[in-house]
Each structure stands twice: as structure tokens, then as C-alpha cells.
């Protein structure tokens, strides 16, 4: 079990005009595609708290407020084959009830199936890391899970 949680269990993405946004427990990530041949030097891409900004050879490809606040100095973007930028976001609020249901505020939303899947996703991670002798990468969940499921830390062990 030494690969993420996300590498074993896959990811529940969000489909965008230009590509795809996904998360875990402590980060969102956000795939944009981009024309082939792109150079970093063409990239400007701006990361804050609260906001962000992506622009390719002058033309805007993503910009607003952030559904949430995240790290501003953890941020990072990446070209990867001269056709994808990765832009990883560290969350500032990293409980699985911090389930990010848009990426913007009020844009790019996930639909409520997607918005589920994420929740489920995010619980099952939790439950991980609270038991990281068990293997929950395959597991399924039914039941209260919105706001990342039941509390069983008032538990006696």
C-alpha cells in the first residue's frame, strides 16, 4: 500500500471546456489542455489564496475566485508534453467534509452525480488515513457519508 490513495483508487473527475479538475483530502488538481507545441515561456499562469489565473499565447483560459482557500506558496503549475498543464492547488481546509463542490465560485461545477462520487472518494481517503492498516482504494460506501460520513472518534478503542 505504498502508492496514494488517489493512484490505487482512481480519481472522480470533473469535466471542463478545457479538460478536467479533480481532488483529494488535501488538493485539487486542475488538467487544461492546451495546443500542441505550447512552450512554458507562453504559460502565465497567476495562483493565489483565493483566486486564479491561466493564460496561453495572450488568450485567457481560466480565471475567477476559487471555491475555497489554498496555500498560496504550495501552489504549482507544470507542461507536461508540451500539451497539458497540471496545476496542483493545496487546500487550506483538509477534512473530508471540505468536499469542493465547483472550482470556482459558481463555475464549473460538478454535476451531482460527479459531486457524490467526489464525497464518497474523499470519505473512503479519510477512512484510510484513520486506518492505515486496511486497504480502502476498492471499497464502497453507502449510507451518511455527505460531509465526510460518520464521526467515530468519540469511540473507545
Not at 452525480?113 to 486496511?134: A, H, S, Y
Request: charged content about 25%; aromatic content about 10%; hydrophobic content about 35%.
Amino acid at each position: 500500500m505504498s502508492a496514494p490513495f488517489e493512484e490505487r483508487s482512481g480519481v472522480v473527475p470533473c469535466a471542463t471546456p478545457w479538460g478536467r479538475w479533480y481532488q483529494t483530502l488535501e488538493e485539487v488538481f486542475i488538467e487544461v489542455r492546451v495546443p500542441p507545441g505550447t512552450r512554458a515561456k507562453d504559460v502565465r499562469c497567476s495562483l493565489r489564496s483565493r483566486h486564479i489565473a491561466l493564460a496561453v499565447g495572450g488568450q485567457e483560459l481560466l480565471q475567477g475566485k476559487l471555491f475555497d482557500s489554498t496555500v498560496t506558496d504550495e501552489g504549482t503549475w507544470t507542461l507536461e508534453d508540451r500539451q497539458l498543464i497540471r496545476i496542483v492547488l493545496m487546500k487550506t481546509n483538509r477534512d473530508a467534509g471540505n468536499c469542493w463542490t465547483s472550482l470556482l465560485e459558481n463555475e464549473y461545477a460538478a454535476d451531482p452525480w460527479v459531486q457524490d462520487q467526489m464525497q464518497r472518494k474523499l470519505t473512503l481517503e479519510r477512512f484510510q488515513r484513520e486506518n492505515p492498516g486496511f486497504d480502502f482504494s476498492g471499497a464502497e460506501i453507502s449510507g451518511n457519508y455527505s460531509k465526510g460520513g460518520p464521526d467515530f472518534s468519540s469511540l473507545e478503542k
